[in-house]
């Protein structure tokens, strides 16, 4: 990662009442990309994202956001550029959806055109009709609100979206349809996102880095792949044991090229399917066994070529992970 970091937090300390919440805290978080922080109630996840907001004041450390020092100076212009999503999704109830979605470009002043464009291509990629822009919250299914919601943050392209455990209060399948709607929102947009849960199914589908937070510190930073093969600590280890990451075939297969399992060239003779970064594992068996090999996606771009060896190595490698437990 070569460019310079969207958010950086240096040696951040917080308290509350003198009570520590944040304890020396440092993270980089780089252009485009979705980290994870993860962990217990209480570990101070929602803290670092006031911290980034400016909603609390550190008690020491630094905090630059898209290189600015975060200050009393800078923060509208900070502000200005980032988005956040909250688990209360409350849209305004008097305000058609479109209403909704040009209200913080028109404080940006960002152009009409820009707006429009992107407000479609928002509502195409959360599969939302465009005549659902003249209907008013009232008018559209919770679910459909939510991802109005979502799509609001985006709105005006911000640089940085913060989002505070915006699906935990929502049944398995309309937060599994969220996760996959923001991740489709990511991919077009290619915004840096920094995103909270406790849900550890949840970081690891969508965080390209993950940073597991106890009592007010980052005990690891690394890759959904590195937390689940290499947990640096046994509470990490304890926090993912029983996550569904651990069943193989829920992998996502872009995991296995970020792990190094696949080669950045085409094999030889073989012919080539393009399959999804975010395809799972268990649904591309069908595709090695008619001796394809596959072209990993991502934003559009092949990342990687895995074939059925490279699979086999990558099951040989977690089956011995798996009895050297
Ligand atoms: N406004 C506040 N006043 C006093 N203490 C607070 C305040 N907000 C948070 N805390 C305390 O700071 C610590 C970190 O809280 P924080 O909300 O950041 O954790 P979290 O990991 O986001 O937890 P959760 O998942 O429950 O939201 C906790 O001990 C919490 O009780």
């Not at 709105?155 to 913060?162: D, Q, V, Y």
């Not at 989002?163 to 077009?188: G, N, Y």
């Not at 690891?220 to 996550?243: E, K």
């Amino acid at each position: 990662m070569s460019n310079s970091p969207i958010i950086q937090l240096s040696n951040l300390s917080v308290a509350y009442d003198h009570q520590t919440a944040i304890n020396n805290l440092s993270l980089s978080v780089y252009p485009h990309e979705i980290v994870v922080l993860v962990g217990e109630s209480g570990g101070g996840k929602t803290t670092i994202l006031r911290s980034i907001s400016g909603l609390v004041t550190p008690a020491s450390g630094h905090i630059t956001v898209n290189g600015l020092p975060l200050n009393a100076r800078n923060l509208r212009q900070i502000r200005l550029n980032m988005g956040y999503v909250l688990q209360q999704i409350s849209l305004f109830p008097n305000m058609t959806i479109k209403q909704n979605l040009t209200l913080l470009p028109e404080i940006k002043h960002q152009s009409k055109t820009l707006t429009n464009q992107t407000i479609r291509s928002l509502m195409a990629a959360a599969k939302l009709p465009m005549d659902y822009l003249t209907k008013y919250p009232n008018e559209l299914s919770g679910g459909e609100q939510q991802r109005v919601g979502i799509l609001r943050a985006f709105g005006t392209r911000p640089a940085l979206i913060l989002m505070d455990e915006p699906f935990s209060a929502l049944d398995p399948v309309s937060r599994d349809q969220l996760q996959d709607l923001t991740l489709a929102i990511h991919q077009k947009f290619n915004n840096t996102i920094l995103f909270i849960t406790h849900d550890m199914n949840e970081a690891l589908k969508m965080g390209q880095r993950i940073g597991v937070v106890k009592d007010g510190q980052i005990l690891q930073l690394d890759t959904p792949d590195n937390i689940v093969r290499h947990p640096a600590t046994p509470y990490v280890r304890t926090l993912f044991s029983g996550s569904e990451a651990r069943k193989i075939e829920n992998i996502y297969i872009r995991r296995l090229i970020l792990a190094g399992y696949g080669q950045p060239t085409p094999f030889k003779d073989l012919p080539i399917e393009l399959v999804a970064g975010d395809q799972i594992l268990g649904n591309c068996y069908h595709i090695l066994a008619q001796n394809r090999q596959l072209a990993v996606q991502q934003n559009q771009k092949t990342i990687g070529y895995l074939n059925g060896q490279s699979i086999l190595n990558f099951l040989a490698a977690k089956q011995a992970h798996q009895s050297n437990k």
